[in-house]
């Protein structure tokens, strides 16, 4: 069974920074596509940014394109997700999230149905 864990969320301005890290134990994260979601109460859960370990591919939402950056630490099977100039819309709770490659290939890394593993998720929040 795969065991994601998050960690690094927490209260930041708008316009701030924070770096989330997700720690894969349990399996060899190299075969799986690996994504950060959020949501926020009573809301869907939306994917924010994806990166195909294999090859280092990285996909995002047009929401935080140019702001966000997923990245990856294969000596600490860890992926990160570098978030700067955060916006209030960008306070949720994130998860990291562990799919097939074929998320990458058929392009469906949007599709939350196809996740088979999920960390707890950790806060973030955004004040003016």
């Known amino acids: 069974q795969v065991q994601l864990v998050e960690s690094g969320g927490g209260s930041v301005q708008a316009g701030g920074s924070l770096r989330l890290s997700c720690v894969a134990r349990g399996y060899t994260y190299k075969a799986y596509y690996m994504a950060w979601f959020r949501q926020l109460p009573g809301k869907e859960r939306e994917v924010v940014a994806g990166f195909y370990i294999e090859d280092g591919t990285t996909d995002y939402a047009d929401s935080v394109k140019g702001r966000f950056t997923i990245s990856r630490d294969n000596a600490m099977n860890t992926v990160h997700l570098q978030m700067n100039n955060l916006k209030p819309e960008d306070a949720a709770m994130y998860y990291c999230?562990?799919?097939?490659?074929?998320?990458?290939?058929?392009?469906?890394?949007?599709?939350?149905?196809?996740?088979?593993?999920w960390g707890q998720g950790i806060l973030v929040t955004v004040s003016t």
């Open positions: 999230a562990a799919g097939p490659p074929s998320l990458r290939w058929l392009g469906t890394w949007r599709d939350i149905s196809q996740y088979s593993s």
